[in-house]
């Protein structure tokens, strides 16, 4: 692959990650905070691709297809049979959409600011949208700061998680097989688990607005 197009394609993967974050911030149902995920995971796994193809380097190809068969549709797919379960909940964070936008906004300027020091390693498109990751890994520490349901938190451990990714394949230009299917087990078994304890808490209380279990320790 041409170095030009590899940038071009690069930019756009990495594009898509930021506005996907960036609407997740914005987006107040659960089911489009889902379809904002799903989509996410499908642009990580075409950034990998692409890092793959341009170094042709068939191990992190397969890493990929990997990312989207798990990041694209299998925890989406989970993550939807549970909003289902539960019944349609908006997710109201403790901040209007203005501010929060706002903040989004200074987390994209810290993260270029920190990331700025890897950036200057190599001259690559890839070190290049290191910044890319950092802003998706803070993005996903604020929506698990301001979420007030249990899936909305389970959202951004994911949008934290797709950052740490994010940064870890532009840095090291592929993580090992192996390695990745570890991480992504892990993963798994982390909503898996979030997703039963969530259920439970929903047939005793009635709900997973954190604000109402918070009245329950009263």
């Known amino acids: 692959m041409a170095d030009s197009l590899f940038s071009q394609l690069v930019g756009l993967s990495a594009g898509a990650l930021l506005l996907s974050a960036v609407f997740l911030v914005w987006r107040r149902t659960q089911s489009g905070s889902i379809r904002l995920l799903s989509l996410q995971g499908v642009a990580l796994a075409t ?51 203005t501010a929060a936008l706002f903040l989004v906004a200074l987390l994209a300027v810290l993260a270029y600011v920190v990331s700025r020091p890897l950036a200057i ?46 940064v870890a394949f532009l840095t090291a230009g592929g993580v090992p097989l192996v390695v990745e299917l570890g991480v992504l087990i892990d993963v798994l078994l982390v909503v898996l688990i979030l997703r039963v304890l969530t259920g439970r808490i929903r047939d005793v209380y009635g709900a997973t607005d954190l604000d109402d279990l918070t009245e329950l320790r009263g």
């Open 47 to 97: 950034l990998v691709a692409l890092i793959g193809v341009h170094r042709a380097n068939f191990e992190t190809f397969a890493v990929a297809l990997l990312v989207l068969l798990l990041k694209g549709v299998l925890l989406p797919v989970l993550l939807t049979r549970s909003a289902l379960r539960q019944g349609e909940e908006r997710n109201t964070p403790f901040m209007n959409p």
């Open 121 to 166: 390693l190599g001259s690559g498109p890839t070190t290049q949208v290191i910044p890319v990751g950092m802003t998706l890994v803070l993005i996903g520490f604020l929506l698990l700061a301001t979420g007030r349901h249990a899936i909305a938190q389970l959202v951004g451990f994911l949008v934290l998680d797709n950052g740490i990714a994010t």
